[in-house]
């Protein structure tokens, strides 16, 4: 009798003790880990830049003089450190925004773990793939890849018109 009171303590324990909230809800969700992939594609875009731009200097210093090659090799150089530069900033905006996700994350789920509702919301993840697919969206205006797009302009040419009957 003492053993099976024992057994139902421990229990009890062990299922009121699974309630707890995670430490680290940020990991499960979706934005701050797509946030956490676009920050290390930046990462290897600036590596892979700084490569390129070594090259670029290298290619700079063996130009022959008076040959007009070097207008061509100081911009290649200058446009190399120009998408470093942007890069970088990328790099810190992202960084910003994760941390700032974290918090924001952390916050949701305390809120959500307090309801009783479940996380993350997809809702949310669906407005911030929209936003994103806006923002990375092409900002000029192709009017033959529109039509394209649209299947307008697709038909043969029309025919000949019928001589008109008087």
């Not at 911009?75 to 470093?84: A, E």
């Not at 890069?87 to 905006?93: D, G, N, P, R, S």
């Amino acid at each position: 009798m003492f053993l099976r009171i024992v057994c139902l303590i421990i229990l009890s324990f062990a299922l009121s003790a699974c309630n707890k909230p995670d430490p680290n809800p940020e990991l499960k969700d979706p934005i701050y880990s797509d946030l956490s992939a676009t920050l290390a594609a930046t990462t290897q875009a600036i590596e892979a830049e700084k490569k390129a731009l070594e090259g670029f200097q290298k290619e700079l210093s063996e130009v022959v003089p008076q040959t007009g090659q070097i207008k061509y090799a100081q911009k290649r150089v200058f446009d190399s450190q120009q998408k470093i530069a942007r890069l970088e900033q990328e790099k810190q905006y992202y960084e910003l925004k994760i941390e700032a996700r974290k918090k924001s994350s952390k916050k949701s789920y305390m809120a959500a773990f307090k309801k009783g509702e479940s996380w993350p919301n997809p809702k949310e993840f669906e407005d911030y793939q929209a936003q994103k697919k806006f923002r990375e969206a092409k900002r000029t205006w192709d009017v033959k890849q529109r039509m394209q797009e649209l299947g307008v302009g697709d038909e043969k040419a029309p025919a000949a018109p019928a001589e008109a009957q008087h």
